[in-house]
């Protein structure tokens, strides 16, 4: 029983910490196109100067509009309280697949008795309150594609260090 419930938590931090990998390189990759959006629209806003009488005015609005825009649709801003928290959050789930991976090796090899590896499993899941904490104060939407490509992931892993066609 314990064995399945070590098993079960191990892929699970693994799966979740492909997510967050596959989030925070999403998350970097589209700071990147706003801020490559912002570059051309200052380019543009000097060109304009050069042409238009009104072109602050103009560039002004643009930004004003831009500004509203973000507001109303959340997709086209960054959080940075998210981008700054997040590799913690992963690196939490890191240590706590890396602990379960050599805890799972351990009971498999009979290193540990059962009883030995519950205790190490209940001192492991002490991460689970730290990640909860930091879950709770960060928002983070799912993204059915991110999960797909992380699942995808996953299961590659999963074949190639233990030997499994899938995580279950």
Sequence with gaps: MIRDRIWNELCDAKKYDFYLGCYLSSLRSKRKKINMLKIIA??????????????????????????????????????????????????????????????????????????????EYFKIREISIRIEDLDNSIHLPEKKKLYDRAISKFDVFIHNMYDLEDGD
């Excluded at 831009?66 to 700054?84: C, M, N, R, V, Y």
Aim: proline share 3%; glycine share 2%.
């Design 42 to 119: 200052s380019i543009g806003g000097i060109a304009a100067e050069k042409w238009l009488s009104n072109s602050s005015l103009v560039v002004l609005m643009l930004l004003t509009f831009s500004e509203l825009l973000k507001e109303i649709i959340p997709a086209l801003s960054i959080d940075e309280k998210l981008l700054d928290k997040l590799p913690e959050y992963r690196m939490l789930y890191v240590n706590k697949f890396e602990q379960l991976d050599r805890l799972f090796i351990q009971l498999e090899n009979t290193i540990l008795s059962e009883a030995e590896a519950t205790e």
